[in-house]
């Protein structure tokens, strides 16, 4: 194979109960097991309610992805791990991988959440091949959902951009973090003051400044639907609604 764009795949590591390291462990082997042998993994981890057992089996697990028995692929790696100490909210924690990536337009930024993973062996490469082959920035993928366990595959969804307005009132049709792809050069940046709209806010930041994605429509991404997923450590109804009132402010739908 001749040399192709490198994808950085920036994955916000925060401790949210006992099973963080099984969940990350399945997200870092999915990476593994990818066909395409140009990537970059850019950990970044979040100690805040973590005590020491906990944040050193965490990292026990990064470190032991960071050598890959036989790889022959040498531009495969995984940079040191970055503890960020006690962080107020997931933002900082994402802005933090993001900011890691080298803002090349010839690279791509793949966002993992650490409670999800990749499907299939060619999931980079196939996103990276429908990238390469449209003039459109970012990309987001289908995707299908699991259980904790990991095992299940249901509700197959079709990303889709609803609209501005749809996207300030929470509407989010296009899917979490997990689903995107994006050309390094033009990332989006997490806002600290939401909690749980960061998503619906990142995907109207990219909208305005590039356009709207490309849909893939291969379901490589899995999202883990559980108890100890960053939305049901809050509570919901509440996060919504304050979200949805600062982001119509900031949109200009108040």
Known sequence: MSERPIVN??????YSG??????????LT????QDYPYWRIHPILSIQKCNLSEYTEIIQVMHKKRDIPGNPFPQRSCSSINPLGDVDGPAKNTNSALLMVDPNPNSYVKLMNQDDFLDSPTAISDMV??????????LVSTCVHTDAEGEKRERIHIPGWPGEKMMVEGVNRIGCPSVAMFRSDVLPKC?????????CDMWIQMVRKVGEPLIHNKPHVV??????QLSNQLNYAQALETDKIYMRQKYGYA
Do not use: G
């Open 18 to 27: 006992p099973e963080v390291p099984r969940v990350l462990d399945r997200l």
């Open 30 to 33: 999915s990476i593994e097991e």
């Open 191 to 199: 806002d600290p003051n939401l909690a749980l709209c960061l998503d």
């Open 223 to 228: 999202i883990r639907m559980w108890d100890q």
């Open 129 to 138: 091949d429908a990238l390469e082959n449209n003039d459109a920035k970012w």
């Open 9 to 14: 795949v920036c994955i916000p590591v925060y």
